[in-house]
């Protein structure tokens, strides 16, 4: 049994059921779990390691509900710099197509990296190319060696340009090859107890790339093994018409029709859902990863978030794949998220009565959205607040620096309105993974090299 003390923060953010903040709170841990939350005085003097965080903010760990780790190889990518969704899709399935297996270990660990520097312990992960015989198990073992917590989605293609989707036809796969995969995948890895450092989630890509034969089927086999299902929905226009002519039904309908709604099933982005669709959310417990800086970057609109909050639905945070943010930041989204929550409640209370009017998304608000709420989104109990129970998931922010000077009086909200910092310390499962700013599990200059390597490569065939 390994003990863990944490005291004298300056302040110790719970996020728990009271939302209580500590001043000079602390924590004790044990064998990855917390025993104790509280004043410092309160709690044991002595265990094994301690950490003495005066002049820190401890902040639960946050959890991001959708990426693509592989994007990181092609942030920026010239050609698709200024495309909305289907156009830089195309522009980079080719691009994506010449991956290899060392490509998503390497491109793993660079997002799991800058995702941890961040403040993010838990992340989701969408990959649904598995191109030159790469396989999830890459991004599996690679996230491992970072220590960071992983919802490893088996995304998957089925419907190719022949068949009149959208991807082409050499990146999708045959429903029986997917199917087979995801069973393996999940008897291999998916770990549903408390503590569990990989679960399996299944993942079909979006309405425009996928068979209806695949999305029934991957339901099935979800429930059969008690796993979650993820697929991006409703990101934009061009997939709303899509799914008019291609399925008859607009893309919550076509969900419906497809046995993908349930509080094990959550979708990415939903900007185009209308107060009907919000309601079968709310009635039917899906969640929502909102992505607010990939859909400002791709131009796909905004999600009404206040809608979802007001109407009981589960929301966490994404800051989807790093071609299309092109950042892997998750206290920038949670500032991202605030800001343009604001924004939307001032175009919005131009036209409304002030009654009427969505209220301006707190600091607090926008800081929930990324730990319970992510929490919630993924189906887990035992993250998203720091209370006795839970995983020792928390990272801890150095409040004297030039980013907060003249903030101190609220650190929450120095936090969420000051330019993003990184964190100091970021400890998973009891376990130190970023200590006075340096992340312990991964040689960051070493990694740097390789994926700038391997990012060249890819895009010199072009
Ligand atoms: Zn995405």
Redesign the pocket.
Known sequence: MTTLLVRNTSMLVTMDEGRREIAQGGLFVRDGFIEQVGPTESLPDEADKILDLRGHIVLPGMVNT???FYQTLTRAVTAAQNANLFNWLKTLYPIWARMTPEDIAISTQTALAELVLSGCTTASD?LYLFPNGSRLDDEILAALEVGVRLHASRGSMSLGESQGGLPPDSVVDTEDVILADSVRLIERYHNPNPGAMTQIVLAPCSPFSVTTELMRQSAKIARQYGVHLHT?LA?TQDEEAFCRQMFGHRPVAYMESVDWVGPDVWF??SVHINQEEIAVFAHTGCGVAH?PS?NMRLASGIAPLWEYLRAGVKVGL?V??SA?NDGSHLLAEARQAMLLARLRAGLMGASLSSEDAPPLLTARQSLELATRGGAAVLGRTDIGSLEVGKCADFTAINLNRLGYAGALHDPVAAVMFCAPQAVDWSVIGGRVIVENGELLTVDVPHLVERHNRAAARLLQAE
């Open positions: 959708h990426h693509h969408h991006h990101e990415a982005h992505c990939s994404g989807d794949g299309s």
